[in-house]
């Protein structure tokens, strides 16, 4: 479902990724491992099509991502990948409903049939009651649990977090941890989790370490 191929990354002198091919299948919750500054974050942001790789090729679902112009990265991104961020990036001015909505706006969809499936999303979470509420008023777990169905909205191929339980006390960690596999289950969910969480790493359904650039064998 997700392939890359001998992907490098340098910035400046500095060569971040030396050559990473991996493979993650559908429905597959892969944690990605190491050490800091051994290239996590950059191999996600370019799984993620937000940068791109120096040498390399990525597919996704069988899609070329290499050739393809801002405009045409843009609406792949929208329609195929989700991004749940350590720190959740909810629109402070609009509702937890308004931002879980955005993604589906953006890719033009009704407004009405935006707000059933966002509700839909609400409800599957046990967030309906807080619909309205704006994310100053949300607790950080359930500003998290928004944020995953802001993912959730265009039945992305994939979701991509990044260090997603990094803010949160061990109580609501340990419940967005329950939440991925739940969404991994029963929705068939794919997710690439970048994370320093031992747990979670652990209960992910394979484990990739980084370390230098490189994938290594632990």
Do not use: W
């Not at 996704?60 to 749940?84: C, P, W, Y």
């Amino acid at each position: 479902m997700i392939r890359t191929k001998d992907i490098t990354k340098s910035f400046g002198s500095l060569q971040v990724l030396k050559g990473i091919d991996l493979s993650i299948e559908k429905s597959e919750v892969v944690a990605i491992v190491g050490p800091s500054g051994a290239g996590k974050t950059t191999l996600l942001q370019i799984i993620g099509t937000l940068d791109a790789p120096d040498a390399g090729e990525l597919y996704i679902n069988d899609t070329r991502i290499h050739g393809m112009n801002d405009k045409e990265l843009s609406a792949f991104r929208n329609q195929n990948i989700g991004f749940v961020f350590q720190f959740h990036q909810l629109l402070p001015e609009f509702t937890a409903l308004e931002n879980v909505m955005i993604p589906a706006l953006i890719a033009r969809e009704k407004p009405a049939q935006a707000e059933k499936r966002a509700k839909e999303l609400f409800d599957f979470m046990g967030l309906t009651d807080r619909m309205t509420h704006k994310p100053a008023e949300l607790s950080g777990g359930e500003k998290q649990r928004v944020a995953v169905a802001r993912a959730l909205m265009n039945n992305p191929a994939v979701i991509l977090a990044d260090e997603p339980s990094g803010s949160l006390d061990t109580k609501n960690k340990e419940e967005l941890h329950a939440l991925f596999f739940q969404l991994r289950d029963q929705m068939k969910q794919t997710f690439v989790l970048v994370t320093h969480d031992e747990r979670l790493a652990a209960n992910a359904d394979r484990i990739i370490h980084i370390r230098d650039g490189i994938i290594t064998p632990e």
